[in-house]
């Protein structure tokens, strides 16, 4: 009974208040986290993966929206072009691995070949197969060299997929979001299925697992992949390793402003 009461209230939206009083605890701790990249020169690699409308956007605004641009750098690399189309496949994505004191967020990345472009014909059944049986080495080497190396998956329901893309439609600022691909991807559920169990079976090694986390609840799955990305990088907090106090501040008043009154910005709100 107490199991049947757990799983109707896991299902049910976390409330908005609930949410950003721990939001704000965790993002706390990712400024911990940024300062001891930083210190220590780790080099970190986060890589995001799952259907159109999964929620991986947002999950990733909701790690990087109160850390410095210059540490957590996201990459979402459009279509490539014709001169990267005749390059190594994974040489456009080496080329933005972190260096050290850096978190790069790869919203998409090498996977495509598993996943988009396989189900929707931009590469060969034979192309994705020897991306998948070289994955793992590539993956390897990337953390012998001494990158951490974390990847998730955003899994999310036929049902809310198909809400949040219509709500996509009706949405003004979210028109964006919806590409000629979406559309085109939409009606192939079940060959993405197919091709991420595939991409699971070849790619889930011990060096660079694969973690799902369920996405029906925007809310609930950002602050459970923060929590769970917080353990997967030891770090220490050395935010108040030294005393910051504001120094004196000089004298105001001997300079006078200029007038701007023609090009003041219009007071409307």
């Given at each position: ?201 070849a790619s889930d090694t011990s060096w660079a697992p694969w973690y799902v986390a369920p996405s029906e609840d925007k809310r609930r799955v ?48």
């Amino acid at each position: 009974m107490a199991k049947k009461k757990e799983k109707q209230s896991n299902s049910e939206r976390l409330p908005r208040k609930e949410y950003e009083q721990a939001l704000k605890a965790l993002h706390v701790e990712l400024v911990k986290l940024q300062q001891w990249v930083v210190a220590k020169g780790l080099k970190v690699c986060i890589v995001f993966e799952g259907r159109d409308g999964a929620g991986k956007g947002g999950t990733i605004k909701a790690i990087t929206e109160r850390v410095s641009p210059r540490v957590f750098r996201v990459v979402a690399l459009p279509a490539p072009t014709e001169r990267e189309k005749s390059q190594m496949y994974a040489q456009r994505y080496i080329q933005h691995m972190p260096s050290a004191g850096e978190v790069v967020i790869f919203d998409r990345s090498w996977y495509n070949r598993a996943g988009v472009e396989r189900v929707m014909g931009f590469c060969t059944e034979e192309q994705s197969r020897k991306f998948l049986s070289v994955v793992p080495s590539f993956e390897k080497m990337l953390v012998e060299s001494g990158i951490v190396l974390i990847k998730y998956w955003l899994e999310v329901s036929p049902q809310e997929q198909e809400r949040r893309l219509k709500e996509r439609i009706t949405d003004g600022r979210k028109i964006w979001k919806l590409t000629p691909m979406d559309l085109k991807s939409f009606t192939r559920w079940d060959d993405y299925t197919r091709a991420r169990n595939e991409m699971f079976a070849a790619s889930d090694t011990s060096w660079a697992p694969w973690y799902v986390a369920p996405s029906e609840d925007k809310r609930r799955v950002r602050l459970n992949i923060i929590s769970h990305l917080l353990k997967q990088v030891p770090y220490e907090d050395i935010t108040h390793k030294q005393k910051i106090e504001l120094p004196k501040r000089g004298k105001i008043g001997r300079d006078k402003s200029t007038s701007y009154t023609s090009r003041m910005v219009p007071e409307r709100f």
